[in-house]
Protein backbone atom coordinates (compact mmCIF):
# COMPACT_ATOMS: atom_id res chain seq x y z
CA UNK A 1 0.00 0.00 0.00
CA UNK A 2 1.22 3.76 -0.33
CA UNK A 3 2.21 5.55 2.43
CA UNK A 4 0.01 8.90 2.90
CA UNK A 5 2.29 11.44 4.89
CA UNK A 6 2.14 15.05 5.32
CA UNK A 7 4.35 17.79 6.93
CA UNK A 8 4.07 20.66 8.27
CA UNK A 9 7.05 23.33 10.11
CA UNK A 10 5.44 24.16 13.21
CA UNK A 11 5.86 27.71 14.59
CA UNK A 12 6.14 27.96 18.25
CA UNK A 13 4.28 30.59 19.95
CA UNK A 14 5.09 32.34 23.05
CA UNK A 15 1.59 31.81 24.64
CA UNK A 16 2.50 28.08 24.04
CA UNK A 17 5.82 27.79 26.48
CA UNK A 18 6.16 27.98 30.51
CA UNK A 19 8.10 29.83 32.43
CA UNK A 20 11.46 27.65 31.26
CA UNK A 21 10.83 28.37 27.61
CA UNK A 22 9.69 24.78 27.09
CA UNK A 23 6.98 24.47 25.21
CA UNK A 24 3.45 22.82 27.73
CA UNK A 25 2.55 19.43 27.33
CA UNK A 26 -1.22 20.75 26.25
CA UNK A 27 0.33 22.35 23.25
CA UNK A 28 0.88 18.80 21.76
CA UNK A 29 -2.58 17.74 21.04
CA UNK A 30 -3.03 21.30 19.09
CA UNK A 31 -0.47 20.43 16.73
CA UNK A 32 -1.23 16.89 16.13
CA UNK A 33 -4.89 18.57 15.26
CA UNK A 34 -2.75 20.75 12.52
CA UNK A 35 -1.05 17.83 11.20
CA UNK A 36 -4.55 15.88 10.83
CA UNK A 37 -5.99 19.53 9.47
CA UNK A 38 -3.05 19.40 6.92
CA UNK A 39 -3.31 15.95 5.90
CA UNK A 40 -7.15 16.47 5.22
CA UNK A 41 -6.84 18.90 2.63
CA UNK A 42 -3.57 17.33 1.36
CA UNK A 43 -5.53 13.93 0.76
CA UNK A 44 -9.86 15.26 0.73
CA UNK A 45 -10.70 13.88 4.16
CA UNK A 46 -11.41 16.48 6.10
CA UNK A 47 -13.89 16.81 9.21
CA UNK A 48 -16.08 19.24 7.18
CA UNK A 49 -16.71 16.10 3.82
CA UNK A 50 -17.17 13.74 7.24
CA UNK A 51 -19.88 16.50 8.35
CA UNK A 52 -21.08 16.24 4.60
CA UNK A 53 -21.26 12.54 4.70
CA UNK A 54 -23.69 12.53 7.39
CA UNK A 55 -20.84 11.20 10.26
CA UNK A 56 -18.42 12.76 13.11
CA UNK A 57 -15.15 11.60 13.70
CA UNK A 58 -14.31 11.68 17.09
CA UNK A 59 -10.98 10.85 18.71
CA UNK A 60 -11.41 8.05 21.21
CA UNK A 61 -7.20 7.42 21.45
CA UNK A 62 -4.27 10.10 21.72
CA UNK A 63 -0.59 9.38 23.39
CA UNK A 64 2.14 10.83 22.87
CA UNK A 65 6.15 10.33 23.73
CA UNK A 66 8.24 13.21 24.65
CA UNK A 67 11.40 12.53 23.51
CA UNK A 68 13.41 16.19 24.34
CA UNK A 69 11.72 19.36 24.76
CA UNK A 70 10.52 21.89 22.48
CA UNK A 71 11.56 25.34 23.15
CA UNK A 72 10.37 29.10 22.09
CA UNK A 73 12.34 29.87 18.69
CA UNK A 74 12.49 26.08 17.58
CA UNK A 75 10.68 25.39 14.15
CA UNK A 76 10.37 21.46 14.36
CA UNK A 77 8.33 19.45 11.95
CA UNK A 78 5.59 17.43 12.76
CA UNK A 79 5.40 14.02 10.04
CA UNK A 80 1.54 12.84 10.17
CA UNK A 81 1.62 8.84 8.74
CA UNK A 82 -2.24 7.49 7.89
CA UNK A 83 -1.95 3.93 9.15
CA UNK A 84 -4.21 1.42 7.37
CA UNK A 85 -6.86 -0.65 9.08
CA UNK A 86 -9.78 -2.90 8.16
CA UNK A 87 -11.77 -1.39 10.81
CA UNK A 88 -13.92 1.43 10.86
CA UNK A 89 -11.40 4.07 12.20
CA UNK A 90 -8.79 6.41 11.23
CA UNK A 91 -5.55 5.94 12.48
CA UNK A 92 -2.51 8.35 12.61
CA UNK A 93 1.15 8.21 13.93
CA UNK A 94 3.19 11.10 14.61
CA UNK A 95 6.87 12.10 14.56
CA UNK A 96 8.05 15.65 15.20
CA UNK A 97 11.65 16.79 14.68
CA UNK A 98 14.21 19.47 15.38
CA UNK A 99 14.34 21.13 11.92
CA UNK A 100 18.30 21.92 13.12
CA UNK A 101 19.84 18.37 13.67
CA UNK A 102 16.66 15.77 12.24
CA UNK A 103 16.78 14.61 15.92
CA UNK A 104 13.22 13.20 17.29
CA UNK A 105 11.34 15.45 19.52
CA UNK A 106 7.99 13.54 20.19
CA UNK A 107 5.91 10.62 18.59
CA UNK A 108 2.37 10.37 19.60
CA UNK A 109 -0.78 7.87 17.81
CA UNK A 110 -4.09 8.51 17.12
CA UNK A 111 -7.75 6.80 16.49
CA UNK A 112 -10.71 8.48 15.30
CA UNK A 113 -14.12 6.47 14.73
CA UNK A 114 -16.84 6.99 13.17
CA UNK A 115 -20.14 8.41 14.54
CA UNK A 116 -23.88 9.50 12.67
CA UNK A 117 -25.06 12.74 13.51
CA UNK A 118 -27.36 11.73 16.34
CA UNK A 119 -24.10 10.32 17.99
CA UNK A 120 -24.49 6.33 17.58
CA UNK A 121 -21.04 4.70 16.64
CA UNK A 122 -20.80 3.47 13.33
CA UNK A 123 -19.72 -0.03 13.14
CA UNK A 124 -19.04 -0.78 9.66
CA UNK A 125 -16.77 1.53 7.30
CA UNK A 126 -18.73 4.21 6.09
CA UNK A 127 -19.22 3.75 2.15
CA UNK A 128 -17.39 7.04 1.14
CA UNK A 129 -14.35 6.32 3.65
CA UNK A 130 -14.59 2.52 1.66
CA UNK A 131 -13.79 4.79 -1.89
CA UNK A 132 -11.07 7.32 0.05
CA UNK A 133 -9.53 4.25 0.67
CA UNK A 134 -9.58 2.70 -2.92
CA UNK A 135 -8.95 5.86 -4.36
CA UNK A 136 -5.42 6.56 -2.20
CA UNK A 137 -4.60 2.95 -2.30
CA UNK A 138 -5.48 1.94 1.24
CA UNK A 139 -7.21 -1.45 0.99
CA UNK A 140 -7.24 -4.49 -0.80
CA UNK A 141 -8.97 -5.17 -3.99
CA UNK A 142 -11.88 -7.04 -3.60
CA UNK A 143 -11.38 -10.17 -5.16
CA UNK A 144 -14.37 -10.51 -6.38
CA UNK A 145 -15.14 -7.40 -8.52
Known sequence: MNELKASKELEIRFSEVDSMGVVWHGSYPLYFEDARELFGKKYDLTYMGFFDQGCFAPIVELTFHYKK?????????????????????????????????????????????????????????????????????????????
Open 69 to 145: PIKYEMRPRIDIIYRPTEAAKIVFDYEIYDTEDESLIATGHSVQVFMNQQYQLIWENPEFYLQWKKRWGQCEEDPNP
